[in-house]
């Protein structure tokens, strides 16, 4: 697929845009119309963010006050919950617009569609991941974590869940309008975002045992970058695929 | 199924435009059934073009070629000349396609609907203008309740109105009659009479004849 999504975004984006066409303000309004959307459906949008917090806490009810313990499991367990959580939203990225005929209009936007897909995906990384960002610290307190730590728990979950949206948009895209996508949508990606999760569980634990962070963050952003600029067209190819 | 193609009279005193959209012996197969082939039509500045046939005939499916959304199984889809795939972008900006989902989102207003459409085809219409769209389709009142709560009728309403916003030159309608009441349907018609009055081009799918008047040419498309 790799081969099939360059030559169609080399014809998607190297095209010439009028004046008449500003690229930026059209993203703009795809990504504050998907933004309203999850502000007006709350309870979706809120979902994703109790499940991860509910699975989060049942780990230290479940082992009981050995300190020790839940410090060494605390990072695997908050990145294992964080990658099952943002795999619970990704479902309706794509499904919804599938459903009520936006996503053709999308496909025939003048507007490169792997641009409109990165638009898409932001807005769902900030509806859904950044919550999971902003409510970690408080989690880390649970498992004994000090400031330090859930400090660095929080920076590696703010590098590596916009990796796991951008992973989760080409599953998204790759099951759009089939049935039983969601199990089918983590078959994919959750092979994909081991990497992910071995570095930033990796970061915590680094920082627990009181060593540098900085490969782990290092090889996280460049996780970040690659998957900003080749997850969208991926997601693109697939998503021209699946409605065919 | 052969398909065949009757135009209308040309007008005798100017020479014909040239066609600007050609479908060239198009093929269409869905699973393993062939639902037509062999198909070729010519679409020229103010033409309409009119595809009919029995459910299931594939007339969906021809409409979703001729916008690039689907591949045909055999033969080709000219614009201006030049393979569909080959000028995307640009025909895309000459594009409207309005398929039998009317692309609403349930929890936007119509007026935020139409917004966002309109700037996803590539047009930046001000709000002054938006509102005016909506109160022509009849939806005045209606524009800041969420689409969610709109009949179909006034879906599908919500969705035309973006056509008298845009540009395009080519309007590609999946049954825009389906759900209009006859106000609605009086509505339609003098858009597209107006559109094809620019220049414009339409092709739709209906099973009745378009209640055009005599001026206007409509080829006929049977499936």
């Excluded at chain 1, 409109?116 to 974590?145: E, I, M, N, R, Y």
């Excluded at chain 2, 614009?79 to 795939?85: D, S, V």
């Excluded at chain 2, 219409?125 to 009728?153: C, K, T």
């Amino acid at each position: 697929m790799g081969a099939g999504s360059a030559t169609d975004s080399a014809t998607d984006v190297g095209s010439a845009h009028g004046p008449d066409v500003p690229v930026a303000a059209t993203l703009l309004a795809v990504f504050r119309r998907d933004l309203r959307i999850a502000l007006r459906r709350r309870a979706d949008t809120g979902s994703a963010l109790v499940f991860f917090v509910i699975v989060v806490s049942l780990f230290p009810l479940g082992v009981g006050p050995q300190f020790d313990l839940l410090r060494r499991m605390a990072p695997g367990v908050v990145w294992v919950a964080a990658l099952l959580a943002s795999m619970l939203a990704l479902g309706r990225l794509f499904a919804d617009d599938h459903a009520d005929g936006t996503l053709e209009q999308m496909l025939l936007s003048p507007t490169p569609l792997p641009l409109l897909v990165l638009a898409k995906t932001a807005a769902h990384w900030l509806a859904s991941g950044l919550l999971l960002v902003l409510v970690s610290p408080l989690l880390a307190l649970q498992f004994d974590l000090g400031a330090q730590a859930a400090l660095v728990l929080m920076a590696s979950l703010l590098l590596g869940t916009p990796v796991l949206s951008l992973l989760g948009a080409i599953g998204a895209a790759l099951t759009v309008g089939l049935r039983g996508a969601g199990v089918l949508l983590s078959l994919l990606v959750l092979p994909l975002a081991t990497p992910v999760l071995i570095f930033g569980a990796g970061a915590v634990d680094a920082s627990l045992a009181g060593l540098g962070v900085e490969a782990h963050f290092s090889v996280l952003g460049a996780m970040l970058l690659v998957s900003l600029v080749l997850a969208p067209l991926a997601a693109a190819a697939a998503l021209r695929i699946a409605l065919e | 199924m052969p398909a065949t193609s009757a135009s209308s009279a040309e007008p005798n005193d100017a020479p014909p435009l040239p066609a600007v959209l050609e479908l060239h012996d198009l093929a269409c197969v869905r699973g393993r059934r062939r639902l037509f082939r062999g198909l070729n039509a010519t679409l020229r500045p103010g033409q309409l073009l009119r595809v009919s046939g029995a459910n299931g005939a594939g007339k969906t499916s021809l409409l979703r070629m001729l916008c690039g959304l689907m591949a045909p199984a055999q033969g080709r889809v000219l614009w201006q000349g030049q393979e569909l795939k080959r000028v995307r972008d640009g025909f895309h900006r000459q594009l409207i396609y309005l398929g039998h989902a009317a692309a609403l989102k349930d929890d936007l207003t119509p007026l935020e609907n139409l917004r966002v459409a309109a700037r996803l085809g590539g047009d930046a219409p001000d709000d002054a203008a938006a509102l005016q769209a909506l109160a022509d389709a009849g939806l005045s009142g209606r524009e800041h309740l969420p689409a969610r709560v709109l009949s179909q009728g006034q879906r599908r309403r919500a969705a035309l109105a973006r056509l008298p916003l845009g540009a395009a030159r080519l309007w590609v309608l999946d049954e825009p009659f389906n759900a209009l009441d006859t106000a609605a349907t009086a509505w339609l018609l003098g858009l597209i009479e107006a559109h094809l009055d620019r220049g414009g081009m339409v092709v739709l799918t209906s099973h009745q004849p378009v209640g055009l008047g005599e001026r206007w040419q409509q080829c006929c498309l049977a499936l």
